[in-house]
């Protein structure tokens, strides 16, 4: 549906439909928390019983039943988001709208406030959207990302995908905040091996694959760089690996890597 | 000393200051609660209808803040003879109590409609779209979020609008308006007698000092920040 092309109340309607939580909240200051999630169901026009129900209910998902008669101001960051959650959630929306929602919290809250997040996405089977300029955000709930850059989306797919292979610069840039920016080109003229490349995704993360494929020949192996981490549940690894030893052996080496279904390419 | 032997206690009718200060209190009681509703109408379109707001009209907004500035912009003792023609119009005559209330308001209603922008401005514009994106009208957005938000600094508003109300009916006695402002220059002024201007000013400040600790106490009890 196109949004913009929509009449003032017909635009009124359909944004009930869609939740949204915000980077300073957004509350109501002098309403209390239950008011303030119970404002969305007024404008609504629920009967007030149905609407104390289900506040009783929200108060609960977000866990703030304690603080339901408290006003914003008496409240941490953490909690008004939660406040800002529930409110979001309360027309049980279609899709939820998080616009830099942790931008404004510590890292302790963030996680605590994304954990919350992805509870909902699976328990309430919400779709998320999330706007946001934090990659770690993004590799811990995430599935799928879209990249904007001045207004166009530049790059979108599978979080796995675009975050291990970014192609455009830009992806690359935010890529870095979380990957190690070093640069392994760096290292060609200094070594004397042969630098490889290695991207792995899923449960042979945890093999010991590398062993494996050298034990049998007389190739011995550094790592230069690298990461091992996990996207969402997803394990992965990315290494610069220096093979010493004769180029055939090595070629075997890698063969082997490859029919692992590990992704091997030279840096040179 | 020499001020001691001009005042003359047994001057002080009280019989006549009571019904006075009724009267200033009627006056005061009754514009307040027009200029409220009035201010409030008038302040809440100028917001609306101002730069970037949810009823954005330049030239609505351009007419209403003329006409404001202008009635501001008249001394409240001219104001008064001005609009005479209105108030016999309006209350059948431009004496005592009832003659007194238009002017009052008309005088009162521009200055509390400013002070009611101001606070409308002052609310947090994230709170406004936060209601915007729950599908909120514009009604919606002035009945249950500029106007909750704003009462704390609605009410001192209310508070300073009562006070300076209070000075303009002592003005009002210059044209026969009655109270103690009247009083006051009946006796005080133009009979000589300084004990009935002494305890009609004292009655004022009595008056302004309670206006202002009610209206603190009501902005403390709703504020939440």
New interface residues.
């Given amino acids: 549906m196109e949004l913009t092309k929509l009449s003032?109340?017909q635009?009124?309607?359909?944004?009930?439909r869609?939740g949204?939580i915000?980077q300073?909240?957004?509350?109501?200051?002098?309403?209390t928390v239950r008011d303030n999630i119970a404002?969305?169901l007024?404008?609504?026009k629920m009967p007030k019983t149905a609407v104390k129900e289900r506040v009783d209910e929200l108060l609960k998902l977000v866990g703030l039943e304690q603080h339901a008669d408290k006003?914003?101001?008496q409240l941490s960051g953490g909690q008004k988001q939660r406040v800002g959650i529930a409110?979001a959630l309360a027309?049980n929306p279609d899709v939820l709208?998080c616009d830099e929602a942790t931008s404004a919290l510590d890292p302790q809250t963030t996680n605590a406030i994304l954990s919350l997040l992805l509870d909902i996405n699976q328990k309430l089977g919400i779709t998320i959207l999330l706007i946001t300029h934090e990659m770690h955000v993004i590799r811990a709930i995430c599935d799928r990302v879209a990249v904007i850059d001045g207004g166009d989306i530049v790059e979108m797919g599978d979080v796995l995908d675009v975050f291990l292979k970014p192609q455009h610069s830009i992806t690359k840039d935010f890529v870095s905040q979380i990957a190690d920016s070093f640069d392994p080109r760096e290292l060609i003229d200094t070594r004397s091996g042969r630098l490889i490349k290695i991207n792995y995704v899923g449960e042979i993360t945890y093999e010991p694959l590398l062993f494996n494929a050298v034990k049998s020949t007389s190739v011995q192996f550094t790592i230069l760089q690298g990461t091992v981490s996990r996207m969402k549940n997803t394990p992965y690894g990315q290494l610069v690996i220096e093979f010493i030893g004769n180029d055939q052996e090595i070629d075997t080496v890698l063969a082997e890597l490859r029919a692992k279904g590990l992704e091997v390419g030279d840096l040179k | 000393m020499m001020l001691k032997q001009n005042i003359d206690w047994s001057d002080v009718r009280w019989e006549d200051i009571w019904p006075a200060t009724k009267d200033t209190l009627t006056m005061m009681g009754a514009s307040l609660l027009f200029t409220v509703i009035l201010g409030l109408l008038i302040g809440i379109i100028l917001f609306l209808t101002s730069r970037k707001q949810l009823l954005e009209q330049p030239a609505v907004y351009w007419f209403l803040s003329l006409v404001v500035n202008i009635l501001r912009s008249v001394p409240f003792v001219i104001l008064m003879i001005l609009i005479m023609p209105f108030t016999k119009v309006l209350m059948g005559t431009t004496l005592g109590v009832q003659g007194t209330i238009p002017p009052l308001v008309v005088a009162a209603a521009p200055f509390f409609a400013r002070l009611v922008e101001t606070s409308l401005r002052e609310v947090d514009k994230g709170v406004i779209e936060a209601a915007q994106a729950m599908g909120a009208s514009r009604w919606d957005i002035v009945r249950r979020v500029l106007l909750l938000e704003a009462r704390p600094s609605l009410i001192a508003g209310i508070t300073i609008t009562a006070v300076t109300l209070v000075s303009y009916t002592a003005m009002a006695g210059v044209i026969g308006g009655g109270g103690l402002g009247d009083l006051a220059l009946r006796y005080g002024y133009q009979r000589f007698q300084l004990s009935v201007m002494i305890v009609t000013v004292a009655l004022l400040i009595v008056l302004v000092q309670l206006l202002q600790m009610a209206g603190d106490h009501l902005v403390r009890r709703f504020s939440r920040k």
């Fill in positions: 003032t109340t635009l009124q309607k359909e944004r009930r869609i949204m915000f300073h909240f957004n509350l109501l200051s002098m309403a404002f969305p007024e404008l609504a006003y914003p101001a409110r027309n709208l």
